[in-house]
């Protein structure tokens, strides 16, 4: 099958790769109908993220149609259409029946295979989902591949951070970060009735995406954001900030125009090791700080019926598809944002 793998910082290329085998009784084999780039996937790319065998097939964002399934998948049968959380997970352990699937007990990240082991990505003709019963989710007749492939992640992940949040009508929230899944967190903070969303980005275009959903742009180029947030609130503060971006700046700034009591909510990859405030600073400010990866196996099977409804509208993100042979100019054209390119999808 064809697929897009990794061969360096900067480097992935169109490859010839096995056609994916059941190797448990619990797998399925899904033929991917839509595939997304990721903002994560940049990490990979840039070599932010070290480890990852030369070879693996990358990305972790996708629909599809189930064409093969192990003895032990009761579920599922082929020609089922389905979706998946970037993360595989047993559904037995404490923390799937929690609902914090995220943190399975036998998680594994599609896209990531060191030393031999882990999983292949969905950036390919063909998937292998482990523990599919507990992994996979239908995809309803109504709900378009498109659709699936945001649910399985970024739209996921903006509701979880608004959710964490904890947003109030008359609440003055900022999101941080106007890519994918920013103007999903701004939707969400939409859904949840929230008033007054300021949303800060660098790049013109994210922040016209960012005012057409209902946010108030600050270009942090042009103006200071602390200066602007204190401003607007008479000196007070924001009641929230959703950090979308995971950098130590971008953390030092929510930091900075959250209020007394507050509550950041970071659901950015981080990428780096130590926060730019102290336990004492958090103490003296009495923040509430919330962060961590969203357990999209759980939020996603939350959203279907407000995506069904018409609650949340998702499809406006996607700028360009490709098709997947054309995978390599893809990822350059997302890495560079040509073309005010906000979410790129991959068609096999």
Same mark, same amino acid.
């Given at each position: 099958m064809k697929a897009i793998t990794f061969q360096g910082i900067k480097c992935v290329q169109l490859s010839e790769a096995p056609d994916p085998e059941i190797i448990s009784k619990k797998d399925a084999i899904v033929k991917v109908e839509r595939a997304a780039i990721c903002g994560s996937d940049m990490h990979v790319y840039h070599g932010r993220e070290t480890g990852i065998d030369v070879g693996t097939i990358m990305g972790h964002e996708f629909t599809g149609t189930v064409v093969d399934a192990g003895e032990k998948v009761s579920n599922f049968k082929v020609g089922d259409r389905v979706f998946s959380p970037f993360t595989v997970?047993?559904?037995?352990?404490?923390?799937? #029946?929690?609902?914090?699937?995220?943190?399975?007990? #036998?998680? +594994?990240?599609?896209?990531?295979?060191?030393?031999?082991?882990?999983?292949?990505?969905?950036?390919?003709?063909?998937? /292998?989902?482990?523990?599919?019963?507990?992994?996979?989710?239908?995809?309803?007749?109504?709900?378009?591949?498109? +659709?699936?492939?945001?649910?399985?992640?970024?739209?996921s992940t903006g509701y979880f951070g608004a959710e964490l949040a904890e947003l109030k009508t008359d609440d003055i929230c900022v999101v941080i970060g106007c890519g994918p899944v920013g103007i999903m967190a701004i939707k969400a903070a939409k859904y949840f009735r929230c008033k007054t969303i300021y949303a800060v980005d660098g790049i013109d275009f994210r922040l016209d995406f960012a005012k057409q959903n209902g946010a108030i742009p600050v270009n942090y180029l042009n103006e200071s954001v602390v200066e602007k947030?204190?401003? /607007?609130t008479n000196g007070i503060g924001a009641?929230?900030?959703?950090?979308?971006?995971?950098? #130590?700046?971008?953390?030092?700034?929510?930091?900075?125009?959250?209020?007394?009591?507050?509550?950041?909510?970071?659901?950015?990859? +981080?990428?780096?090791? +130590?926060?730019?405030?102290?336990p004492p600073d958090m103490y003296d400010k009495n923040i509430i700080l919330k962060a961590g990866r969203c357990s999209s196996r759980f939020y996603a099977e939350k959203l279907i019926p407000l995506v069904q409804n018409g609650d949340l509208q998702l499809t406006d993100v996607i700028t360009h598809t490709f098709d997947l042979k054309d995978g390599v100019e893809a990822y350059r054209f997302f890495d560079e944002k040509k073309d005010k390119c906000l979410k790129v999808l991959l068609k096999p």
């Open positions: 997970n047993c559904g037995e352990c404490h923390f799937c #029946k929690i609902g914090l699937t995220a943190r399975c007990v #036998k998680s +594994q990240l599609y896209g990531w295979r060191e030393n031999g082991s882990g999983l292949h990505g969905v950036h390919a003709e063909y998937v /292998r989902v482990p523990m599919a019963d507990a992994t996979l989710i239908s995809l309803p007749d109504d709900l378009s591949w498109e +659709q699936g492939n945001l649910l399985a992640d970024i739209a947030i204190l401003e /607007r009641d929230s900030v959703i950090e979308a971006v995971g950098s #130590k700046s971008s953390m030092k700034t929510a930091f900075n125009i959250l209020r007394p009591g507050g509550i950041l909510a970071s659901v950015g990859v +981080q990428a780096f090791d +130590q926060l730019p405030f102290s």
